[in-house]
């Protein structure tokens, strides 16, 4: 994965030769530099945000003849990329799960997202690897509207052997998943996990439906789920969810299908909400921990660039 971002930074840093940055020479390899990223699936805004802070810091500058320029380059864009990725804070999950189980208390976790980006797979995930990690988890199914979405969750359930409660369609979404806090609290269950509608009329009314879960069941955390193969979708839902429910962090959901990187990139820099885990498959065990630093390094390491 993210090959095709390394390349872009790639593409960058063989631009600019001379020790004297002039603003025709930088405007124009950062011309090259948009589209390979573009390219690579980061979203406009964020490639424009992206270009102009990298003109503002190195337009005019003077280096050293020591100072290769092209690496010069490569590490300004890295280290505003790296700057990103760092301000968003990780979130230990499990520490924070403990610590709630030690205060006798669920943790409850809120998955928000559109259809179809992974969210009811990714609940599946998560409580695999609870259950693995020896907590006791259930399933609350806070979508009624979807035809198919109760049976959905149950078919996880079953699989991993967990409760889920649910309650007919058109229930309150508020409700079952106060419902479920209230059993988790009597029957001392470690992790609540909270499916949510991705789809209704309008948007702001399923904006409506997430403040109202959010105000009934205060959640421990909200997590935003995205699918790395949206582009452009993933990132206006990830701005959307952000305004309405403020979530704390974020599962990038086919990255086994997404060799290009960009979501992961603009979703933290819109948001500055740190990536806790990536999808990478369909399989329950396809939760992988997202690590910040591997991720830049990748970048740092971007093939053919130090050789040029
Ligand atoms: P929801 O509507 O958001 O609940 O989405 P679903 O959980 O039903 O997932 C939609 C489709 O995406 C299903 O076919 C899933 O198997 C698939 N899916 C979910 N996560 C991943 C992933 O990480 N990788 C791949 N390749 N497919 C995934």
Redesign the pocket.
């Known amino acids: 994965m993210f090959e095709k971002l390394k390349k872009a930074i790639s593409t960058l840093t063989s631009a600019a030769t001379q020790k004297t940055l002039s603003e025709d020479e930088v405007v124009k390899s950062l011309e090259d530099f948009e589209l390979a990223l573009l390219e690579s699936d980061v979203a406009e805004e964020v490639v424009s945000a992206l270009t102009t802070r990298v003109k503002q810091e190195v337009i005019g500058l003077k280096l050293s003849r020591s100072i290769p320029t092209q690496e010069y380059l490569k590490e300004k864009l890295l280290k505003i990329i790296r700057e990103e990725f760092f301000k968003a804070k990780p979130i230990d999950l499990i520490q924070r799960i403990n610590e709630k189980k030690a205060k006798g208390e669920p943790y409850v976790i809120v998955f928000l ?10 609940i599946a995930k998560f409580a695999y690897l609870l259950k693995e990690k020896g907590f006791s988890v259930i399933l609350a199914c806070a979508d009624t509207h ?1 035809a198919g979405a109760i049976e ?1 969750l149950t078919t996880h359930a079953e699989r991993l052997a967990l409760k889920v409660i649910a309650q007919r369609y058109g229930a309150d979404p508020a409700a079952v998943a106060r419902d479920a806090v209230i059993y988790a609290k009597k029957h001392r269950v470690d992790v609540v996990l909270v ?1 949510t509608a ?1 789809r209704m009329q309008t948007s702001r009314n399923l904006m409506d439906e997430m403040e109202k879960i959010i105000r009934v069941v205060n959640p421990d955390l909200k997590i935003f ?1 995205g699918d790395a193969l949206a582009g452009n979708d993933a990132v206006s839902q990830a701005k959307e969810f952000q305004r309405f429910t403020n979530f704390d962090g974020v599962v990038l ?5 997404d060799v290009k990187g960009g979501a992961a990139l603009s979703i933290v820099y819109v948001t500055s909400r740190p990536i806790l885990y ?5 399989s329950y065990d ?1 939760l992988k921990p997202f690590d910040p630093d591997e991720f830049v390094r990748s970048l740092l390491n971007a093939e053919g660039a130090s050789e040029r």
């Open positions: 997202g559109i259809n179809g980006t992974g969210k009811t797979t990714t979807r959905q499916d991705g789920i959901t086919k990255v086994d299908a990536l999808g990478i498959g369909q396809s």
